[in-house]
């Protein structure tokens, strides 16, 4: 009976230990999920560190610092410390590895400038692990000109890669992934930054600087059966507001619309708020637009991602 009851015990020790075990791997692996909702953090602060490069950088919320790594994108490293992703991120761009760390330090240098006034990150917490033993977080990071992200990819400063995630307010990462690809073509098609690199164009600024998306979380529609407005997509800040018979400046196609002459809009000069009195036009596509420029005519419209044949045909007889 003795012999029994101290095998019975060993049995129940271990099995509490394996119980123990498992919960504390679950609750790893949920801190290293984050959190499902967005955490909006206002007013950050840039912190100076050695280890800040164009895509990660330490930050300051209030009294709380943190770690942040952008979404989507990718920066060139800025030192030789891992030289197959600097052979990797040389390749992308076609260039040698030292012009690549050119490139890395040339970003560097960007997200300080653009960070060196207050700006929002939007975080999930989510684990960005990286090779410091501090702790890094996957975040939007938003300056007043828009998304970062955006911007370095539009100056040829970053890449398309990273982890992937759904822009607050959005269902999934489709869209921001296609503007990106929109901003990285004219950065490509301009021989800018990384692109421009071999020919001495690394610090030559775009034609079209814009616009950049300013993400906010997702709201309700303060109504029942009321559409949201795409509140997540904001490319620049909106002027007009709605009627009270239209209950979302997407789906408003009444006067405004009806009275834009036609033959009139300049596709390479119109400004978001012209682009969008067009019917069929909305904020996400105009931006599109804005992104693709510079078109050798109107004809191009149909190489812009999201116009088909019938969209073109309704569009088209409104520019030049």
Known sequence: MIFRSSTSLRLAGSALTVVALLWATAFAVGARDGSKDWIVLKDCRLIPNPANDGDSFHV?????????????????ETGEMTPARLVEQAKYFAITVPQAIEVGQAAKEFTREKLSQPFIAFTHMSDALGQSRLERFYAFVQTKEGDLGEQLVRNGLARIYGYKAAPPGLTNSRVELEKLQQLENAAKQEKIGAWG????????SPANPGPFSHFAPYQKPPGPGTPPASPSFLST???RAPTASSPTPELNRSHPKEKTPLGKIDINTATEKELTTVPGIGHVMAARIIAARPFRSADDLKKVSGIGDKKYAKIRPYFQ
């Not at 009294?63 to 942040?68: A, D, H, R, S, V």
């Not at 690199?197 to 030559?204: C, D, V």
Request: cysteine-free; overall charge positive; hydrophobic content about 40%.
């Open 60 to 76: 300051s919320a209030g009294e709380k610092e943190y770690i942040f790594r952008l979404y989507l994108v990718d920066a060139p």
């Open 197 to 204: 690199a071999s020919i001495g164009r690394l610090n030559a």
């Open 237 to 239: 800040p909106k002027s």
